[in-house]
């Protein structure tokens, strides 16, 4: 199941970002698959710590390529596919990396992890697919709200999605005892 939330996460992740507008939160412009990138770091650790990280990059390929198919289908043009997969190659490596050499409990691995892999998906993505030096969408002066939009959003899921985790184990420790 953790490698089907993976890739559905990111797959919904993109379909929702192209059908609808971005968030707009005063000067921050958010895509609305951005609440779900924060997500998929989440269930991108959970397979690693399952199936380990030399199967994980096995999933994250899979996952690139999907990603990149599904924005082509939705209509994005190459710049913006190439953006979204050179993001999400470096941000999920660097996450899965700092997720692999950290030796402190799983939740703050997840979340340091997850907080670094977050700020590169967003400045890489917004300077290639969305800056005037790549696809020309947004002007200078509306970049880094847009990072810190995106960064802000993605490091508030990896707050939950880590403080979730102890409860979350212990009430399927509590069943899997039950049964």
Sequence with gaps: MRIV???ASIITANVITASFAPFQLGVFVIPMGTFLIG???IFRDLVQNKYGRKKTYFFITTALILSALISFILGDTMLIVLASA?????????????YTRLNLPMKWRILYSGLVGGL????????IGLSPLGANILPWEA????????????SIIQLIGASLLNPIKNILKANTISN
Excluded at 143 to 154: R, Y
């Design 5 to 7: 939330f993976y890739l």
């Design 39 to 41: 997500a998929t770091f």
């Design 86 to 98: 050179i993001s999400f190659a470096v941000s999920e490596t660097t996450d899965t990396e700092i």
């Design 120 to 127: 590169l998906d967003s400045v890489i993505f917004v300077m």
């Design 143 to 154: 970049v880094p709200a847009a990072i810190i939009g995106q960064v802000i959003v993605k």
